[in-house]
């Protein structure tokens, strides 16, 4: 570890801002963290897991999710950070193929293999149920990165957007998303299709993604612009659950009439503000902090890592589930997710989840890397992978 250390230490250029990639690894690791915290199990007399949320029992869990859900910094720091590659790159199209194919390989290999691990569980007994229960489990975080690839590929427009207008180009986005929010939610709510919450997707993700660009082209940033993201983003949030009642959790509830997260509604925005106002006022002591070396090792691993942490966290939770005996009801892993003794039994579980999450990495971090099998290998992990998510389509 030391000479880990002092290698990566010696390779980080004294210009590097470390403090982005520390909001990174820190936004990153709230998804398992959250994820391991706010999902559980349960088992029926057949043996098969079932997801079971201890929201529904424990509302008041649920500013929790405040702190947990940290998307809105992710987007933040890929904004900023996608401004000035982009910055640097001489082509359009290349540099977008590159960011691109960096968030596509890890998800077609998480794909791929759990596409033949199905069939091979099946065979060894586990329950039909209990694989629908894991391959929901596996697609779930993925949207963000169809999300995220969107947004990117924006980025032009985003850049040039913030050289206008600065921060204020933002603010369109955010109004976007409270006009869709007044009609879902309004008096003339039942007037309103469905799909219309559908419109917040873009708007709502790309919200801080764009405020990250105009803090990467120098248009915001400094303790005046973080002040005005917190104050601001605090006041709406705190407006929205006290007077319009929001639902308290962000994320989704199961049986609940209103969900913040999918797709996002003005709360998440508005908590999305505030933590980047955060991040702006703390950036220049979070450099100052990074500059330890053991902890800068730890962020620079985490960040080398990131789409397989993304990819295979929910994995490590499902393993001891699935592997355990179908007739073994285990505290804070296949019990029911109600009181305060399932919180405590859950939070002993996390050391193996994070166990088994360093060994899935070590294990599937290739798939990050440009993939040498050849043009046969790479079509038989697209085959393997659109099975899975033809699969996936049917029971989600």
């Known amino acids: ?199 917040n997707l873009l708007p709502g993700w790309l919200f801080c993604y764009q405020l990250g660009v105009a803090w990467g082209e120098g248009r915001i940033g400094g303790r005046r612009s973080g002040t005005a993201l917190l104050l601001g983003g605090a006041g709406l949030f705190a407006l929205l659950l006290l007077c319009f009642h929001y639902p308290l959790s962000m994320v989704g509830v199961p049986g609940a009439a209103r969900d913040n997260a999918h797709p996002p509604s003005l709360l998440v925005l508005a908590l999305g503000a505030a933590q980047s106002g955060v991040a702006l006022l703390l950036h220049g002591r979070l450099n100052r902090l990074l500059r330890r070396p053991r902890l800068w090792t730890a962020v620079v691993l985490v960040n080398l890592s990131a789409m397989t942490i993304l990819c295979w966290h929910q994995t490590a939770m499902l393993l001891p589930a699935l592997t355990t005996g179908a007739s073994t009801a285990l505290a804070g892993l296949t019990t029911a997710p109600v009181g305060p003794g399932w919180v405590a039994a859950r939070l002993a579980w996390l050391p193996l989840f994070a166990l088994l999450l360093t060994g899935l990495v070590a294990a599937a971090r290739r798939f990050e890397q440009p993939w040498r099998t050849g043009a046969l290998g790479r079509a038989a992990a697209a085959v393997l992978a659109a099975a899975f998510t033809l699969y996936a389509c049917t029971v989600v």
């Open 1 to 199: 570890m030391t000479s880990l250390t002092a290698r990566i230490e010696a390779g980080t250029p004294a210009t590097r801002d470390r403090a982005l990639d520390g909001l990174r690894a820190l936004a990153l690791l709230c998804v398992p963290l959250g994820h391991w915290l706010l999902g559980g199990f349960t088992r029926t007399p057949d043996g098969a897991i079932h997801n079971a949320s201890p929201l529904v029992a424990m509302g008041g869990f649920a500013p929790v999710t405040w702190f947990l859900q940290l998307l809105g910094v992710f987007f933040l720091v890929g904004g900023h950070a996608s401004v000035l590659s982009f910055n640097r790159s001489a082509e359009t199209r290349s540099w977008l193929r590159g960011r691109i194919a960096r968030l596509g390989r890890p998800v077609l290999g998480v794909a791929a293999v759990w596409a033949a691990a199905l069939p091979l569980l099946h065979a060894l007994g586990v329950p039909a149920d209990s694989l629908r229960t894991a391959a929901v489990l596996v697609v779930q975080p993925l949207w963000f990165v169809g999300v995220y690839a969107v947004t990117t590929a924006l980025t032009p427009l985003c850049r040039r957007a913030a050289r206008r207008f600065g921060g204020w180009s933002a603010l369109p986005l955010l109004a976007a998303v409270a006009v869709v929010d007044l009609l879902r939610y309004g008096p003339w709510s039942g007037a309103v299709p469905g799909w219309l919450g559908l419109v």
